[in-house]
């Protein structure tokens, strides 16, 4: 899960080298912090949360699939 | 993106300096700018300048992009082969394999948005806008045979109640599907509400029909 979101993130920046994931497991939730370089926020958010909407859309399919319960933060 | 900074006597050696210093094969591989015509002075003695260009490994829209799905598909534990299918200015990116209802989604849900996102791949670094269409088992061909039945039912049903008939959310292609699907009908009319995400279909029976 981890690896999926940054695979996503890492094609969409500029700074590829910044992207960080952390994982922390809550309660029966895996939460995901996803932070990128500040210059590369609109490109994981996108407009109106369009790019960070299909990202979320994407990882909740593969955690479906794998009978888990994620989160997904982005921070700065 | 790597970029090279390379100078020779003519255009010509700079960019087959370029091609080594890149590592490819060919010209064809890379795209370069110049920066500086070369100038030969006078007699090839007097203000002689190099040319100079700036050259980078040319990138393949669709190739970037089948290579982010595949990464991303096996990332999701999915295995499922891409094939790509080109058509004019549009590419489809078709995929096969076992368990593809979960790259589906519910009403496609997940599809769209691998869609989007390799989409956003492709033309991160092009200038040229190049449109793929992600397909799996032939999701899209069902969805719209589903949706055009979906439109003459609702027709029927606004036409026998002669009361609005007013359809869940849907993104732009869909509705364009029961918009085309139900124009040439004329005791209705077709018409799209509300504002993105929410935008959805109204169907109205036409008055005309009302004494008929």
Redesign the interface.
């Known amino acids: 899960m981890k690896?999926?979101v940054e695979?996503?993130a890492r094609?969409?920046v500029d700074y590829p080298d910044s992207v960080r994931v952390e994982e922390q497991q809550q309660e029966n939730t895996l939460v995901l912090t996803l932070s990128v370089d500040e210059n590369d926020m609109g490109k994981v958010i996108g407009k109106q949360g369009?790019?960070a909407?299909?990202?979320r859309?994407?990882l909740y399919?593969?955690a479906?699939?794998?009978n888990k319960r994620v989160r997904l933060d982005i921070v700065e | 993106m790597k970029t090279v900074k390379v100078s020779g006597k003519t255009i010509e050696e700079a960019v087959r300096e370029a091609i080594v210093k890149l590592n490819v094969d060919s010209e064809k591989e890379i795209t370069y700018d110049v920066m500086e015509e070369p100038s030969k002075g006078f007699l090839g003695l007097i203000g002689t300048k190099p040319a100079v260009i700036e050259a980078s490994i040319k990138i393949d829209p669709i190739e970037e992009s089948v290579k982010f799905l595949r990464q991303v598909i096996q990332e999701m534990q999915v295995d499922a082969e891409v094939e790509v299918i080109k058509r004019g200015k549009e590419t489809e990116l078709s995929l096969s394999g076992e368990n593809l209802g979960v790259l589906i989604g519910k009403r496609g849900k997940t599809l769209d948005s691998l869609q989007y996102l390799t989409n956003l791949v492709a033309n991160r670094h092009s200038n040229q806008y190049s449109r793929i269409v992600l397909d799996a088992e032939n999701y899209r061909e069902r969805r719209r045979i589903a949706l055009e039945e979906l439109a003459e039912r609702l027709a029927n049903k606004a036409m026998r109640t002669r009361e609005k008939v007013v359809l869940e959310p849907m993104n732009a292609r869909e509705r364009k599907i029961i918009h085309s699907a139900l124009q040439a009908n004329e005791n209705i009319e077709t018409h799209s509400d509300g504002s993105e995400p929410y935008r959805h279909i109204v169907i109205t029976p036409l008055k005309t029909n009302y004494c008929s």
């Open positions: 690896n999926l695979t996503i094609a969409l369009r790019i909407h299909a990202i859309s994407v399919a593969s479906t699939h794998q």
